[in-house]
């Protein structure tokens, strides 16, 4: 492969990529997280695979884009502040638009009130029931 070749693919690569090489806007950072997604689910498991300088060239740009993006930061900062049971309940919540009342799992508003203001911990049947409705692993809870 010549010069001009090899010159010639990376301008096509850099026109294509190049809204994900340095994303500005959240369209492009969600495309950018879809990518990474579908390249890991395609990729084999060897360090010889191409496709993981692609995973990460992206990783590097999301995460200069989330060190710069007030939202991401302020969730971020607010999820670290939170012992992990009462942020995973603030992210389940967040994430499904639910109301205090959408989770039966705990026995009643008040105390999964408490829970969120940290004044009691979940029982481990609210965990055991909570990651099952959602799908998740209960590890997330610690």
């Known amino acids: 492969m010549s010069t001009d070749d090899v010159n ?3 301008s096509q690569f850099f026109e294509v990529a190049a809204p994900y090489l340095h994303i500005v806007d959240q369209a ?3 495309e950018a997280l879809a990518l990474i997604e579908e390249l890991l689910e ?10 993981n300088v692609l995973i990460e060239i992206l990783s590097k740009s999301i995460a200069e884009y989330e060190k710069k993006d007030e939202a991401l930061n302020k969730f971020d900062e607010k999820a670290h502040q939170d012992p992990a049971d009462v ?3 603030r992210l ?3 994430q499904h638009q639910l109301k205090l009342s959408d989770l039966p799992e ?3 508003k008040t105390l999964l009130s408490k829970i969120l203001k940290g004044e009691r911990k979940p029982t481990k ?4 029931t909570l990651s099952e409705r959602f799908g998740i692993s209960p590890a997330l809870f610690f």
């Open 8 to 10: 010639k693919v990376w």
């Open 28 to 30: 492009h950072y969600e």
């Open 42 to 51: 395609e990729g084999e498991d060897s360090h010889d695979d191409p496709r």
């Open 87 to 89: 942020a995973m309940l």
């Open 92 to 94: 389940l919540i967040d």
């Open 106 to 108: 705990i026995e009643d």
């Open 125 to 128: 049947q609210h965990i055991i």
